[in-house]
């Protein structure tokens, strides 16, 4: 069989329609491309070729026996933050280096209810923190458009696999862009809906009020196809939204004729590269000539962003963290003298340098005399920012800006310096401190030949639009066909 590795989602699932194809071949054809560019890209932290093909058999048995399930037989790897019983699910870590799932995330349970058959699990920074990959207790991924550039984190995994043609598609999370940005370095579609659209349960927490899942691919179509599989009400999160089951398809052929984007003027600043800013105002040139109209609007707090989630996210961490007591789960020091020093040598082994500095500053800013000073103040500043969203609103449809301020960068040039590394998102941080939707699309390369991302901030629940905007951009360029030379 021969098989384009890089055909979309959409083109798998017509081919297994059309008996193309099957599961089994087209599991067999991924697992093989993983296995052979695993030396190269270090983008997967487990594969497990019995249970894959296991699934794709079953997969096509239903098919055969006329089950209708949407995305029946086609691949999906998933970012090791997410439990599925019986495979391994490290998180990216030494605490959680020999960690088995005894049950199944809500998310992936959907998607296999879908027909989706999992190919793997994929690597990502520890505890899903960083912007690069290069946290990763399995080391770092490499970006499939040049290998001494970081593919962007923590989905890093999630990124460089699609990118390099290892699965049609991957699941990520985004606590602060780790969808978006690595969707821009890798010149994919991304998406992190509204908090609350998809199910948390089974899915390692980093920063509770934050964490959303979300799907990467090479389109917009895809991501539609994928996000009404992945979302849907649980009882098991009690954060997640009591609300029917959408289809995110429904408006992807609509004309943008009338479209109002918003331009923040605090998106186009000094801070954005000249590539970047060259980049998005071309695309936002074709957003015009496609109907929309663009408006300029002030986000005046969103320069709070990136201090406010420096003290939500690790507070949160901080707290979320300490299960990993090498009792309940995770490592455990082969060596200690009582009860107190195992907890302290189990966590001093089995986490990295940069949890332990978010844990670090988690338990300071919670302690006692300094909560009201900083926990309370940013969740102030978090309602402050979603106000400025609101008055946005009131005068376009949906706010667009670059993903991030640098295209993807070389190994090692931020690792020295955490600030730095934190700045990365200063874009995406604000969806995720007010709980709107957010995506990254492709929308060109920057003097190095490095990819662009257009971010695109809906008002909540408004997943099905924004997808419908980044489609339409899609008919009309071709930014999102280009493919890594792997
Ligand atoms: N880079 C951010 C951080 O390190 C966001 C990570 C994420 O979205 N998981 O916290």
Request: glycine share 8%; proline share 5%.
């Amino acid at each position: 069989m021969s098989w384009n590795t890089f055909a979309t989602v959409a083109e798998t699932v017509k081919e297994l329609d059309d008996k193309k194809v099957s599961a089994v071949e087209l599991a067999t054809h991924y697992l093989d491309r993983a296995d052979a560019l695993q030396p190269v890209l270090n983008a997967y932290v487990t594969l497990d070729r019995e249970k894959t093909l296991a699934e794709a058999k079953v997969a096509d048995e239903k098919r055969a026996a006329g089950d209708a399930a949407p995305l029946l037989g086609v691949p999906i790897a998933h970012k090791d933050i997410y439990l599925i019983d019986g495979w391994r699910t490290t998180c990216g870590s030494k605490m959680l280096e020999n960690f088995v799932a005894p049950y199944t995330s809500t998310v992936v349970k959907n998607m296999t209810a879908a027909g989706m058959v999992t190919l793997g699990k994929l690597n990502m920074d520890e505890f899903a923190m960083g912007s690069s990959n290069e946290t990763s207790y399995f080391g770092p991924v490499k970006n499939p458009w040049d290998l001494s550039r970081v593919p962007g984190g923590s989905s890093g995994g999630s990124a460089a696999s699609v990118a390099a043609g290892l699965t049609p598609a991957s699941t990520g999370t985004d606590t602060g862009g780790s969808i978006r940005q690595p969707a821009m370095f890798c010149n994919l579609t991304g998406l992190k809906p509204t908090y609350g659209v998809c199910s948390r349960f089974g899915i390692i927490a980093f920063a509770s009020s934050l964490d959303q899942a979300g799907p990467f691919a090479q389109t917009a179509e895809d991501c539609a196809l994928l996000l009404s599989a992945m979302a849907g009400f649980d009882t098991n999160d009690a954060t997640s939204l009591d609300r029917p089951k959408e289809n995110y398809s429904r408006d992807l052929a609509k004309p943008l004729t009338g479209l109002r984007i918003g331009l923040p003027k605090e998106f186009f600043g000094e801070g954005v590269a000249p590539g970047i800013a060259k980049a998005v105002d071309e695309a936002l040139a074709v957003y015009r000539k496609l109907g929309a109209i663009t408006v300029e609007v002030s986000l005046p707090n969103v320069k709070y962003s990136v201090p406010a989630y420096y003290v939500v996210a690790p507070a949160e961490a901080s707290s979320n963290l300490s299960r990993f007591d090498g009792v309940r789960y995770g490592h455990r020091a082969a060596e200690y003298t009582d009860l107190m020093d195992m907890y302290k040598r189990s966590r001093a082994e089995g986490f990295g340098a940069e949890v332990k500095r978010r844990i670090l500053i988690g338990t300071y800013v919670l302690s006692h005399g300094y909560y009201d000073a900083y926990y309370l103040q940013a969740g102030k500043l978090r309602r402050l920012i979603a106000e400025d969203f609101k008055r946005a609103y009131e005068v376009c449809d949906v706010v667009m800006g670059p993903t991030a301020p640098e295209t993807a960068f070389q190994f090692g040039s931020k690792s020295d310096d955490p600030v730095k590394m934190y700045l990365n998102d200063i874009f995406t941080i604000c969806a995720n401190l007010t709980g709107q939707p957010a995506m990254s699309h492709p929308c060109g390369v920057d003097e190095n030949g490095q990819h662009v991302g257009m971010q695109i901030i809906g008002n909540y629940l408004d997943e099905a639009r924004m997808l419908n905007v980044a489609h339409q951009f899609q008919l009309a360029t071709d930014w999102h066909k280009r493919h890594p030379n792997i």
